[in-house]
């Protein structure tokens, strides 16, 4: 980290920022911001909490009006007919003169002990068998039954049923029962009564009634509300109601998915378990936040214009060393070289910029030569595709017809046989060039993992024994098995290694010597090297050992060390070669430490 100092420009701008009081003016901006949006979302939340639990109890005292209607219907002296278990008229037009008279059912049907319908307001129901329903069920085993809204059919629209036990006043026995369609409709047309009286006040809200399995059985809606953004409240509804297990039965919630404030209230009556949800756009519920931003922001903004003025003075001081910085940079946009270094005229950050600047340039150059190296390859690899393509399938028959051929020529005609057996040889060879091709052409993405690199060299140099004591050539071997392991995927490394091990066997001569050894940490990176005492690499072939096709040995291919370079640069790490004339070479592999 740079040490702080007065003459720095970073000091210079804080300074200035912190004399015009920015950075407290902002601060305080945002802390003022945050605590009012906190406590008006507090507030509005509350009011939105009280409005839905006043609002399940307005629903919750309905139906417990409607309740006490049917338990009283059920006391009456005339639904003591339904005993003599026939149909009776007196009871149904009891029924029907209470439907008359404004009582908010869709029907009114009373049933004897076998759950038959002996008295409706609807005559098509009379004489129909309905004790198999769960409202007959409970009520004739001497309990009042209430239910959720029950769907829509083509004879009644959505509705709750209300049921109450028939009981014979002597004896207490339930002779039958008395089942109210309570019109749901009522219920949504109080919530949006209740919507609406909330407008003058400034709360535009929406309403939703959920039961405890957070499906919707009744909303009213604003009128610009449209499909998706109802949706989405549907859905935060949902969410909220399942968090009642584990949450206050009553509160609100933010719901930024939806971009409402929700306050919630859920009932404790097992027989409802219903939930209502009063919900304000965020737009609306924090208007008097974004009024306090508008008054900030031009408070702010007065504040940056003075501060502007100041700095616009400042920086014409400033910024003339950077003239000279900017003149080189054009020059090396144009495709150029600065005519000379920028000069450093200080140790502030426009000094460090200029010497960080000339290192750019001086880099620049071995950037332009890796892209180079980059197109050979994109260029190899088209090329390579089709060399295969037209090649491999010629080849092959070249081989098997060459095999038949052998299999044909005289145990006398030893010259005959020789050829063959050359032909199948560059055959053989012929194809390990094209399958390198192919290797260029398709590179394979690394599968990185932590990878010891002393087991991986000492494979490959298994793999390579046998042919280095063919040659007579020594192989020592200063692997670290405690080193750091490297960021790598083992399999292409393992082809790396072995490449560079191959490469130096196929240099060396008989009696020679090749050294592998791991490298230790250093700067991040950990990596390994390839020695050999072999004839070493002329100068001017150095720049070119990894150049796809060039090749210092007879009859090889120039693939091995593209593909080596090409591997390394894909783990994010570098391949370097150290050789003279006569001294051998040193391959070194350098890559990201695990």
Known sequence: MPRFSLRSLRAKLQIFSLALVIVPGVLFALIALARAREALERAVGQQLGEVAHETLDELAAALAGERNDVRAWARQDVMRDVVIGDLDKRASRFL?????????????????????????????????????????????????????????????????????????????????????????????????????????????????????????????WREDVDGQAAEELRAAGARIVQRFATSPRR?????????????????????????????????????????????????????????????????????????????????????????????????DEIGQLAAAFNTMTAELKCAQDDLLTASKFAFVGEVAAGVAHEVRTPLGILRSSAQILARSVPAADPEGAELVQMIIEEVDRLDRVVGGLLELARPREPLVEPTPLAPLLARALDF??????????????????????????????????????????????????????TLPRHDGHVGFEVIDDGPGIPPDAREQVFTPSFTLREGGTGLGLALVQRVVRAHHGTVSVDSTVGGGATFRVVLPAA
Not at 258 to 278: E, I, N, R, S
Not at 291 to 308: I, K, P, S, T, Y
Not at 481 to 493: F, G, K, T, V
């Open 464 to 517: 390579a024994d046998g042919q280095a004591r063919e040659k007579n050539i020594s192989i020592e071997r200063v692997l670290a098995a405690d080193s750091c392991p490297a960021r790598c995927d083992p399999e292409q490394i393992y082809q790396v290694a072995l490449n560079l091990i191959v490469n130096a066997l196929q240099m060396v001569p008989g009696g020679g010597r090749i050294t592998v050894r």
């Open 96 to 220: 029907r003169s209470l439907v008359d008279g404004g009582a908010p059912f869709l029907e009114l049907l009373c049933i004897d002990r076998d759950g038959r319908v002996v008295a409706a307001t609807d005559p098509r129901s009379l004489g129909q068998m309905l004790g198999e329903r769960d409202w007959a069920h409970t009520a004739l085993r001497g309990e009042e039954f209430l239910s959720g809204p029950i769907p829509a059919s083509d004879r009644v629209p959505a509705a709750v049923e209300i049921a109450a036990p028939i009981r014979l006043p002597e004896t207490g026995a339930v002779i039958g029962a008395v089942l109210g369609l309570y019109d749901w409709q009522d219920v949504i047309a109080l919530a949006t009564r209740i919507r609406r009286t909330l407008a003058p006040h400034g709360l535009r809200v929406d309403v939703l009634l959920l039961d405890r399995s957070g499906t919707v059985i009744g909303e009213s």
């Open 251 to 347: 509160g609100y919630v933010s719901e930024a998915q939806a971009g409402a404030l929700v306050g919630f209230a859920g009932t404790d009556d097992p027989k409802l378990g219903w939930a209502t949800l009063v919900m304000e756009p965020l737009a609306a519920a924090f208007a008097p936040v974004r009024d306090m931003e508008r008054r900030l922001a031009v408070a702010l903004a007065g504040v940056l214009l003075a501060a502007l003025a100041v700095a616009t003075f400042l920086a014409r001081r400033m910024s003339r060393p950077l003239r000279a910085l900017t003149l080189a940079t054009q020059e090396v946009a144009h495709g150029g070289e600065p005519r000379r270094p920028v000069e450093v005229r200080s140790r």
